[in-house]
């Protein structure tokens, strides 16, 4: 491992697990979506802050990191963890392998969407990275992960641009998920809603940068949700995650 690996690494265990309080406020978010035992795919895991508070919620996590480095610390924090199940692979719209782009400093922001990608190179939030590396990955869809392990009650996806191809890879409606979007790459997330209401009747919320917290007081629809992210007072200024529930009609 390079010393600019090393450090990458090194970094994003102290961003995302030396902060204090995270843990208590994404319990508290995902509390709302899961029950102990449910079933969990945290889809691009990275080094498994997410992973920790699923477990701490009972629930069995399979967590999908493809950059080997990165999942061989994945695994030992968590790996000991009851009912996590790391998985050394990316998730896209079909199985096989896959081009990953990779920043040795910023292992946070490693991604399959190269349109994505090169599109960030005008964007000031990624004026400070660079993809030095591509690495050939493994690569597999949660249609075949859910053959594999069941039907997840809540999938968590961060693959920085690459949301879409995960969709695609989806072709049964899942109760509950999130996604993350960009304030300048906000085509992926009406993307994402477009598959989804494809795939049956969601309705959506926003968590805003690293608050935990859902924005709206009511669930929304995927317009109502475009023209809050959209809006200088919603979503443009930061980054966040979409959160979507399928709606059950009785």
Same mark, same amino acid.
Request: charge should be positive; aromatic fraction near 8%; hydrophobic fraction near 40%.
């Given at each position: 491992?390079?010393?600019?690996?090393?450090?990458?690494?090194? =970094?994003?265990?102290?961003?995302?697990?030396?902060?204090?309080?995270?843990?208590? @406020?994404? =319990?508290?978010?995902?509390?709302?979506?899961?029950?102990?035992?449910?079933?969990?795919?945290?889809?691009?895991?990275?080094?498994?802050?997410?992973?920790?508070?699923?477990?701490?919620?009972?629930?069995?996590?399979?967590?999908?990191?493809?950059?080997? =480095?990165?999942?061989?610390?994945? &695994?030992?924090?968590?790996?000991?963890?009851?009912?996590?199940?790391?998985?050394?692979?990316?998730?896209?719209?079909?199985?096989?392998? /896959?081009?990953? #782009?990779?920043?040795?400093?910023?292992?946070?922001?490693?991604?399959?969407?190269?349109?994505?990608?090169?599109?960030?190179?005008?964007?000031?939030?990624?004026?400070?990275?660079?993809?030095?590396?591509?690495?050939?990955?493994?690569?597999?869809?949660?249609?075949?992960?859910?053959? &594999?392990?069941?039907?997840?009650?809540?999938?968590?996806? #961060?693959?920085?641009?690459?949301?879409?191809?995960?969709?695609?890879?989806?072709? @049964?409606?899942?109760? /509950?998920?999130?996604?993350?979007?960009?304030?300048?790459?906000?085509?992926?997330?009406?993307?994402?809603? /477009?598959?989804?209401?494809?795939?049956?009747?969601?309705?959506?919320?926003?968590?805003?940068?690293?608050?935990? =917290?859902?924005?709206?007081?009511?669930?929304? #629809?995927? @317009?109502?949700?475009?023209? /809050?992210?959209?809006?200088?007072?919603?979503?443009?200024?930061?980054?966040?995650?979409?959160?979507?529930?399928?709606?059950?009609?009785?």
């Amino acid at each position: 491992m390079t010393l600019s690996q090393l450090s990458g690494i090194a =970094r994003s265990l102290v961003v995302y697990h030396g902060i204090p309080f995270r843990q208590r @406020r994404m =319990r508290r978010l995902y509390g709302q979506f899961t029950r102990p035992g449910d079933l969990v795919f945290d889809v691009g895991a990275h080094v498994g802050n997410r992973v920790r508070a699923f477990a701490a919620l009972g629930c069995r996590v399979v967590a999908l990191e493809p950059q080997p =480095r990165v999942a061989a610390v994945l &695994r030992a924090v968590c790996g000991r963890l009851s009912r996590v199940d790391v998985v050394e692979a990316a998730v896209g719209d079909a199985e096989g392998e /896959a081009s990953l #782009d990779t920043s040795d400093w910023n292992p946070t922001v490693a991604t399959l969407a190269q349109g994505w990608r090169r599109a960030r190179e005008n964007d000031p939030d990624f004026a400070h990275v660079q993809w030095n590396r591509r690495l050939t990955i493994r690569q597999t869809t949660l249609d075949a992960l859910i053959a &594999r392990y069941g039907m997840p009650a809540f999938v968590k996806i #961060d693959v920085e641009g690459a949301e879409p191809l995960v969709l695609k890879g989806l072709t @049964r409606p899942i109760a /509950a998920l999130s996604f993350e979007y960009l304030p300048r790459a906000l085509d992926e997330a009406r993307a994402c809603c /477009a598959r989804l209401s494809a795939l049956g009747e969601y309705e959506f919320n926003w968590s805003a940068g690293e608050s935990y =917290r859902l924005e709206s007081p009511t669930w929304i #629809d995927a @317009r109502q949700l475009m023209d /809050a992210l959209s809006a200088a007072g919603g979503g443009q200024r930061r980054s966040g995650d979409v959160y979507a529930r399928r709606v059950t009609r009785t």
